[in-house]
């Protein structure tokens, strides 16, 4: 599940912000903003040198790992991601709210359904049961994204009871 939300947050918000709406941003905003990546909460786990986990003790998944290739990733390009973690309690459903900035600019917020997402991409389904969570997601990076740094921060929690499942944010340069 984790896996998915780490696939959403590197493709899905530039695939779904379309070309016109990009440029359209850029040109409107490009020379205001500081393109620098900024974090304003508590200090949170490297998974890697992009992602970090701003997960609770108590959340429902602990990330043991993601690893990405190519590192980083690159516009017009496959990017593999394979990951491994542990679901700690079943989870019979799953959204992921996502943001993603460009420099200090807001581009997106979505929220994802992340079993829709999992049977898209994983050919699995919820529930999820309690235990080790492994696998590999394949997606493509859009050619059309603009070069800067991009922030983009996702909280998944479960459906039934709002419970945080985890929270990652991801600062990248294409």
């Not at 593999?80 to 973690?85: A, E, F, S």
């Amino acid at each position: 599940m984790f896996l998915v939300l780490c696939q959403i947050v590197l493709s899905h918000p530039f695939s779904n912000f379309g070309l016109q709406q990009v440029q359209q941003a850029w040109r409107s905003f490009k020379s205001s903003f500081d393109f620098t990546p900024h974090v304003t909460e508590d200090e949170g786990r490297p998974i890697n040198e992009l992602i970090t986990d701003y997960s609770a003790k108590d959340d429902l998944a602990e990330i043991k790992y993601v690893h990405l290739d190519p590192m980083p990733p690159r516009r017009s390009s496959e990017l593999r991601v394979d990951g491994l973690g542990f679901i700690k309690e079943r989870i019979e459903g799953a959204t992921a709210d996502v943001i993603v900035k460009y420099g200090s600019f807001q581009l997106l917020s979505r929220t994802y359904d992340l079993c829709d997402e999992m049977q898209r991409e994983l050919n699995r389904t919820c529930p999820v049961e309690a235990g080790e969570f492994k696998d590999t997601v394949i997606t493509k990076i859009p050619g059309y994204i603009f070069p800067g740094w991009y922030t983009i921060e996702a909280t998944a929690k479960r459906t039934e009871d709002d419970k945080q499942i985890g929270k990652v944010i991801v600062h990248v340069r294409f």
